[in-house]
């Protein structure tokens, strides 16, 4: 029941929790552990059974929320009249009279929840400093009723962990009578560099910092140079220190502002942090101690909030580093990581479309996917296509993606060899681009012409894969034969595709002197042929059937479709939507995501959603003919009226741009529905437990499968998800993160009274800002502007509601900036942070021509109410 810090073997978690073992293991290799011993979750069975044993227990296991506190409170109570039996007291006069005498003591809890990779419990439980051996008894009974302390309970709870069987030990160790203590990290928490340092300090005991009741002296060591890379000396005006008697007191600092540690002493901590960092196999936090120059390692548990590369994104500590963006992040509007399906999916179509420029070979390709994210290898890209490449790359990203790259030193990132999977890509980049002039000469020559064959092309392609999904296919060649009709609609676009670019800016040089930059933007307002514009007229007719507005809920519109009880109109209009749209809806790109057939009480809402009154598209009608009208005119005036008319005509294909990823997405509905198929095969052979674990599987493994009755399915997709379980916890993925762990933030750009991103969409709006991290998480109202990280297709409908569009990331041509554009919404976006900056209901002013976005003030804010 009683285990000293030499205890061997070191006995197990569920006796003496994460911080005793950890101290034990750290002790038995060598580290500098003042001496003491752990009372064991055994210790304290008695008192466990005397509390579940009591009225107050089953009241504390019914309790909600709300009358927790009182509860818990109750037990403490309860606890502090707790004694211990005389073997107890016996055995535990025994171990303290083998640490060394007149040593006052440091009494903390271990409980076996606590410290471990997946929940540290960070400052929930209780510690006593400078016990008395006298005392003892009293401070190990505190640190036992902590295990019923409010905050340890509800965080059990968030976690899903249980609280009817509570277990806890405490460790008994010498105190430290430190001169200077505190915490150090092993890597960077603010930027999640793996190759320095932290350090907090101050003189006295570590309370002060571990608390926060000081602002503290910091380092950042940079641990493989062993060299300090940022000091900050903070004026700490207090100190804990020992009361000799026993127990600790605060005392004045008149010498505050002088530094704490030593640089010499500061690279020393570093070092106790990465040498407990090397023995955990993982990033740690420690706390630490000074007396008499000696170092002291007091407690040290894992950092289970850092973000943990995966294997293949990481080089060497000291060696050459590499530079990833995260396209997921970057190009599709949303945070979640993609399936194992999904991705595999989504990457063979971006090899499918981008050929030699995004090749998918690990840390020899351009690209890596893994893990349910996908990376631009930026390294490789620029060793490949040379460092020239990287402004034209960024120009599609948004303003602050841009301003991290260009702060970063980019010659630290290029590659010293080129990777043989890369050898020839210039070339071939080329040769690829010349095969694609003769369709875009084409396309110049007679756009109609071109128009019509991808139409066409469009047509045919979408027959044939739904001919295909129903013949029974082999899941791999079913995939194969999808992808290679994408590919031939993307070499088709080409014709469709460069019209309008070349237009674009045909059109910006003939009023680059006129200040129509806002006119030219409205111009490309309601395009046509933009399948995601297109979506958002339909819904918003289908929205606005009287019969859909008095429907009562999702349950009685998905019974009256099912029974087809609406009317013939709003049937048809129904059907019309579901044949060409129902495959969309929000992260659509990934195969795991249900499609809108499949929930349609969850289609309702959307429908519900849309403010039926704000006709939002006859607006962007209006504006662009407006703006047609307005340019004409000043084209008139230089008699260049026909050339404005033929530029103007060939820049309205631009909304086909859209037009490959929509077929895309249709190719992905029908290799999900043959994927869910085949999924409930396997759940009726008891080969997987639910049909959407067919999505855990990889393309090669699901054909497998088919063919291979004797296949271990559970097993594959354990072992596929098993790497994911490290990220769990990561809910906001870095736009800029390079291979040794560092995230590149956004420098900050303020104008004089607002916050500069991109201009996206023209014009100026107030509102009330609705700041969503969910489409529909809540209602925008009319007249709110719409604040969001990013947004894809799925958020279609909301934008009809929007009087304007704030955007953290996203380019012009990310999916939210395009229907701002088409929906003639103002729009800024490239604002890193304005989720948390901006508050729901702040009246905001967006300025979509400036790029600028202002939270106004209390006065202004008055008078807008």
Not at 254 to 263: I, T, Y
Not at 356 to 384: A, C, F, P
Not at 550 to 579: K, N, W
Request: glycine share 8%.
């Amino acid at each position: 029941m009683i285990h000293t810090f030499s205890a061997q073997p070191v006995p197990p978690l569920d006796q003496v929790g994460g911080k005793a073992r950890s101290l034990i293991e750290a002790t038995g290799a060598g580290f500098p552990v003042p001496d003491g011993f752990v009372l064991g979750v055994d210790f304290f069975r008695e008192w466990i059974e005397t509390l579940e044993s009591g009225e107050t227990w089953a009241a504390f296991l019914a309790s909600s929320e709300t009358g927790l506190r009182n509860r818990c409170d109750t037990l403490k109570v309860e606890c502090a009249r707790l004694r211990l039996a005389p073997a107890q007291t016996a055995a535990l006069r025994d171990a303290v009279t083998r640490l060394r005498p007149g040593r006052l003591l440091a009494v903390r809890s271990s409980s076996p929840e606590e410290d471990l990779d997946g929940s540290s419990f960070a400052g929930e439980y209780e510690t006593t400093l400078g016990v008395a051996r006298d005392k003892l008894e009293d401070a190990i009974r505190h640190s036992f009723a902590s295990v019923f302390d409010v905050r340890v309970v509800h965080y059990k709870r968030q976690r899903g962990m249980r609280v009817n069987r509570p277990r806890i030990a405490v460790v008994v160790q010498e105190q430290i009578a430190s001169d200077m203590s505190g915490v150090a990290f092993s890597l960077n928490p603010l930027n999640n560099c793996y190759d320095e340092a932290v350090i907090n300090a101050n003189f006295g005991l570590g309370e002060t910092v571990v608390a926060g009741a000081v602002t503290p002296d910091t380092w950042v060591v940079e641990k493989i140079r062993r060299e300090i890379v940022e000091r900050k000396i903070a004026d700490k005006t207090h100190l804990l220190e020992l009361d000799p008697d026993g127990g600790t007191r605060d005392a004045r600092n008149d010498d505050g502002a002088r530094p704490s540690l030593s640089d010499p002493q500061a690279i020393e901590v570093a070092e106790l942090a990465a040498r407990a960092e090397t023995h955990a196999g993982r990033p740690m936090d420690i706390e630490w101690a000074m007396e008499d120059q000696q170092l002291y390692l007091l407690q040290s548990r894992p950092i289970t909030t850092h973000l943990p590369l995966p294997e293949v994104l990481v080089t060497p500590a000291g060696g050459e580093k590499h530079l990833y963006l995260d396209l997921i992040v970057l190009s599709q509007g949303f945070e979640d990581s993609l399936s194992v399906l999904g991705l595999e999916y989504w990457g063979r179509m971006l090899e499918a479309m981008k050929g030699e420029t995004m090749i998918n070979r690990g840390r020899e390709g351009t690209v890596v996917n893994v893990d349910g994210r996908q990376y631009i290898h930026l390294s490789n890209v620029m060793k490949g296509l040379g460092g020239g490449i990287v402004p034209r790359l960024l120009s599609s990203f948004d303003a602050a993606t841009r301003r991290i790259v260009e702060s970063i030193d980019l010659a630290d990132y290029v590659p010293a060899r080129k990777p043989d999977a890369l050898k020839g890509m210039a070339w071939g980049a080329i040769k690829r681009m010349l095969g694609f002039l003769p369709r875009g000469y084409h396309g110049f020559r007679n756009p109609d012409s071109a128009l019509r064959a991808y139409e066409q092309a469009e047509q045919t392609a979408v027959a044939e894969c739904r001919r295909l999904s129903g013949e029974g296919r082999a899941f791999d060649e079913l995939a194969t034969a999808f992808l290679e009709r994408f590919k031939g609609l993307t070499e088709a676009m080409v014709g469709v595709g460069a019209p309008p670019m070349f237009a674009r800016w045909r059109l910006g040089r003939l009023f680059k002197d006129d200040d129509a930059a806002d006119l030219l933007v409205s111009l490309e307002m309601d395009l046509v042929g933009n399948p995601t514009s297109e979506m958002g007229h339909r819904l918003w007719e289908l929205a606005s059937f009287p019969q859909i507005q008095s429907t009562g809920d999702g349950e009685e519109f998905r019974r009256r479709i099912e029974a087809r009880d609406y009317s013939p109109d709003l049937m048809e209009s129904y059907d019309a939507y579901m044949d060409r749209f129902g495959c969309r809806g929000i992260k659509e790109i990934d195969i795991a995501t249900p499609r809108c057939y499949e929930d349609l009480p969850a289609f309702f809402l959307q429908l519900q959603a849309i403010d039926v009154a704000n006709d939002t598209i006859k607006t962007a009608r209006r504006r662009r003919a407006d703006a047609y009208e307005q340019l004409l005119a000043i084209a008139r005036q230089k008699g260049k009226a026909r050339r404005f008319e033929r530029l103007a005509k060939a820049h309205r294909m631009a909304g086909f741009r859209e037009a490959p990823k929509y077929f895309f997405i249709i190719t992905v509905d029908l290799l999900r529905r043959r994927a869910l198929e085949l999924g409930r095969r396997f759940v009726e052979e008891g080969r997987l437990d639910r049909a959407i674990q067919v999505f855990d599987l990889r393309i090669l493994e699901i054909a497998r499968a088919e063919r291979e009755p004797d296949l271990d399915v559970r097993a594959l997709v354990t072992a596929n998800l098993a790497p994911r379980r490290r990220l769990a916890h990561i809910t906001s993925w870095p736009r800029v993160i390079d291979s040794r762990g560092r995230i590149f933030h956004a420098p900050p750009q303020d104008a004089a009274d607002g916050l500069v991103g991109d201009a996206i969409a023209p014009g100026v709006v107030r509102g009330r800002a609705k700041v969503l991290h969910a489409p529909y998480e809540k209602p925008l109202l009319e007249g709110e502007i719409l604040v969001t990280r990013a947004s894809d297709p799925g958020w279609t409908p909301i934008f009809i509601n929007a009087a304007g569009v704030v955007l953290e990331i996203g380019g012009a041509l990310q999916h939210g900036a395009v229907i701002a554009r088409e929906y003639g919404l103002p729009c800024v976006s490239g604002l890193d942070g304005a989720t948390k900056m901006i508050q729901d209901g702040q009246l905001i002013e967006v300025d979509g021509s400036a790029g600028v976005v202002r939270v106004l003030p209390p006065d202004e804010e008055q008078a807008g109410t």
